[in-house]
């Protein structure tokens, strides 16, 4: 089968070589040169809304994904002509606007911060009074990695977060006072067949995912229900099919619904080693109508994020059940250019890896 990508970052990357060994053929479109899939197969080059590229990408396609949610939603409309396109443009648009993702999850009884659209200055005011201090006021487009994002602790930095952040739609949303953050990485293959990874833990630091640990460490077989509970709701409202992945604040029992990614995710990199199936084999095969893998983790699993500039490779892998994964990226401060996975057979023994790792890994 031929599959053509919207996007060729190391998750486009990664999807391919997740994908040669079933024998599937890629082809990706991404407006850099130097993408990182496009070391490892054809890439058309050009922006994502230039429509002899697109044809040229669905040319011979039996199937369209993307790898990247910001793509112009319109694009999924204009290749759905030739080749069915997965996941639905309706997640790719929900996706791309924390609005309307929050307002999803408001309509499917999901539990999430309150928030507020904000356009103007006297929108933020009204908002802050109704929602309270402290708040998060973002960017509704194109926010990633805590980019476009002002937290409000005081009166004083209303004014501050309308100058930082004004002239664009915005959202502010209450400030979760969260135990740990969490997510959830479903499945859903074309017949409507649902799979669930465990639960991962992950750790920011300035807005950008740094470490997953995979199961989440001491979580509640119900805990694990409940994102299965609130991930089956959004893949069967939107008919989904491919990988989707729904990032959680915990709160004691409860779990609330940041925001959700449809396509394969970074909290689920370290299913490549750590899980029977891996998310990037799995949404390929849900995608192309393939049966779905076991989702079953194989042990214990933890993934670092590399981010900015490379560690000695050699180093890495001198850390036992060490899996060095680089993107052929550039350093570059803040830039996500590798990652680090370790798998082990009891948490014992990750722990000691981790500890190995961090220092060489996270600086
Ligand atoms: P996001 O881009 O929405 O994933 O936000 C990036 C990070 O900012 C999250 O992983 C959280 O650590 C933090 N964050 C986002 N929204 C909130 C919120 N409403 N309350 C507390 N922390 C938040």
């Not at 006297?122 to 194109?142: F, S, Y």
Request: aromatic share 6%; glycine share 10%.
């Amino acid at each position: 089968m031929n599959v053509a990508i919207l996007g060729g970052g190391q998750l486009g990357r990664m999807l391919a070589l997740a994908g040669y060994p079933l024998g599937l053929r890629f082809r990706f479109l991404d407006p850099n040169p130097d993408s990182p899939a496009g070391h490892l197969a054809p890439l058309v080059v050009a922006p994502y809304n230039d429509p002899d590229a697109l044809a040229e990408l669905a040319a011979g396609a039996d199937v369209v994904t993307y790898e990247f949610e910001n793509v112009p939603a319109s694009v999924a409309d204009t290749l759905g002509g030739s080749a069915p396109v997965f996941p639905p443009h309706a997640a790719l648009e929900i996706a791309q606007d924390r609005l309307s993702e929050k307002q999803t999850f408001q309509a499917l009884g999901i539990p999430a911060a309150p928030f507020a659209a904000v356009d103007s200055l006297a929108d933020l005011e009204k908002a802050v009074g109704t929602i309270g201090l402290p708040a998060v006021l973002k960017t509704r487009r194109l926010g990633y990695d805590g980019k476009g994002q002002f937290v409000l602790r005081e009166d004083a930095d209303v004014a501050r977060a309308w100058d930082a952040l004004g002239g664009v739609p915005l959202i502010l949303e209450g400030f979760v006072a969260f135990e740990r953050e969490l997510s959830i990485l479903a499945v859903r293959g074309r017949k409507g067949e649902v799979a669930f990874y465990p639960l991962v833990e992950n750790h920011h630091r300035d807005g950008i995912l740094r470490v997953s640990i995979a199961p989440a460490p001491d979580t509640d077989p119900r805990l694990q229900e409940r994102a299965e509970h609130i991930a089956r709701r959004v893949l069967e409202r939107l008919d989904y099919v491919g990988g989707l992945a729904i990032e959680l604040f915990q709160l004691g029992d409860e779990l609330l619904a940041n925001e959700m990614a449809p396509r394969v995710h970074n909290s689920g990199h370290w299913t490549i080693e750590g899980a029977e199936t891996s998310q990037f084999e799995n949404h390929l095969r849900a995608v192309c109508g393939l049966p779905l893998g076991s989702t079953a983790p194989r042990g214990w699993s933890a993934m670092l994020n590399i981010i900015g500039t490379l560690p000695p490779s050699d180093a890495v892998l001198e850390v036992p059940d060490a899996h060095l994964h680089l993107y052929g990226k550039a350093e570059r401060p803040g830039r996500k250019i590798g990652h680090v996975t370790v798998r082990t057979d009891d948490p014992e023994t990750l722990r000691d890896r981790l500890e190995m790792l961090t220092p060489l890994v996270l600086g």
